[in-house]
């Protein structure tokens, strides 16, 4: 509120504005260590390296230092001016327009990541750019964990999600060789072990002995119809996983001998695994369209084994696929609506409010700052 009044002159309205001030400073003070504005006053008129955070409080020392100018207290006025001079000064010197400038050019990023990351290192372009390039991946790696959890859902508690770490750790224990930890490629966790191994998770949230304890009593399908229970109970879509059968030349020729298209009985084949299963899923078709009427009828449809007609894809994957994306789509809203909920009150949610602030604060280019303290200086 007073860097408001500031800007706009009007600091001399703000009848409280010292009263204000001061409960600011004791609520960052106590976010640092008791010396550490001593300390960095001390490197900076060394002209030694000070820590980024000092950047608040060049901004706090001089509203405090107008403040008091404005009261007509001119000796306080001029030492916490002097003090915001002197860290000003020496956090613009680690971050030069150039350098800012080169740092944005090759990384793709903004001023403020730039200058934030030369303040850390001192200036070293070299040392900035690469804690940037590692800075980009670990927010891609945890983007990726935590769209994952999403995935996986939320435990019984309704609060927690899926412990990936645990996850790959309980897979390794139960042996199964399939579940990965892989956070790229959303299918994995659709394979059985995955699913077992994460509904196990989330069922105990995310005790591991609970976890093995209930495995060896309810067992792989125990587990999963559990885990589908969870699912319902928490409003989760998943996509729907579909066997496909081997076709074999042979079996696709007793059913073109039996009158039937080549492309359907391969379908119809691949969705059964038998010839006699095959013949009923098309007989079932066949009665389906009949009584189906305005529906058009070509050779490519197959039932889904539910009374309705489905199309296959150019895969030849029918209905169920379509089903699935169509379930992917419900998966990603309702990722998306979780996303953006944390995002929204990720704030709210965060106990570190030191980090809080270096991330608000490290890349500011205190560019109107030392203007000010100039002018009033």
């Keep these: 509120i007073a860097w408001n009044y500031l800007l706009l002159r009007s600091l001399e309205n703000l009848s409280d504005a010292s009263r204000r001030l001061e409960i600011a400073e004791t609520v960052l003070r106590k976010q640092v260590h008791s010396n550490f504005v001593t300390l960095a006053l001390v490197n900076a008129e060394a002209n030694n390296p000070i820590p980024p955070l000092c950047t608040i409080f060049v901004r706090l020392f001089l509203l405090q230092g107008v403040a008091n100018k404005m009261r007509n207290c001119n000796d306080t006025a001029a030492e916490k001016l002097e003090w915001a001079r002197v860290l000003c000064q020496q956090l613009r010197v680690s971050c030069p327009p150039d350098r800012v400038e080169i740092l944005c050019g090759a990384y793709c990023v903004e001023p403020s990541t730039a200058i934030s990351a030369l303040r850390k290192f001192n200036g070293d372009p070299d040392a900035a750019g690469n804690f940037i390039a ?172 539910q009374g309705k007609l489905s199309h296959p894809d150019e895969s030849g994957e029918g209905s169920l696929s379509s089903s699935a994306n169509e379930t992917d789509d419900c998966g990603d809203v309702n ?43």
């Design 335 to 377: 990722m998306n609506a979780n996303d953006f909920l944390m995002e929204e009150l990720g704030h709210a949610l965060s106990n570190d409010s030191k980090g809080m602030l270096e991330k608000e604060w490290l890349g500011v280019d205190l560019k109107e700052e030392w203007e000010l303290i100039e002018e009033y200086s």
């Design 134 to 305: 590692s800075l980009r991946e670990d927010e891609t790696r945890t983007a990726k964990r935590r769209k994952r959890q999403h995935n996986l859902g939320r435990c019984a508690n309704n609060s927690d999600f899926v412990n990936l770490d645990l996850l790959q750790t309980l897979s390794d224990l139960l042996g199964f060789q399939g579940a990965s930890n892989n956070t790229d490629d959303r299918q994995d966790d659709q394979s059985t072990s995955n699913m077992i191994c994460s509904g196990l998770l989330r069922l105990t949230n995310n005790n591991m002995e609970l976890s093995l304890a209930l495995y060896n009593e309810i067992g792989d399908q125990g587990v999963l119809q559990r885990a589908g229970q969870l699912d319902k109970d928490t409003g989760i879509c998943r996509p729907t996983i579909r066997k496909e059968f081997e076709v074999s030349d042979v079996d696709v020729a007793s059913l073109v001998s039996m009158g039937v298209e080549e492309e359907r009985g391969r379908n119809a084949l691949r969705a059964t695994g038998s010839v006699e299963d095959a013949l009923n899923l098309l007989l079932k078709d066949d009665d389906n369209t009949c009584d189906s009427p305005g529906k058009k009828v070509n050779g490519n449809h197959i039932n889904n084994g």
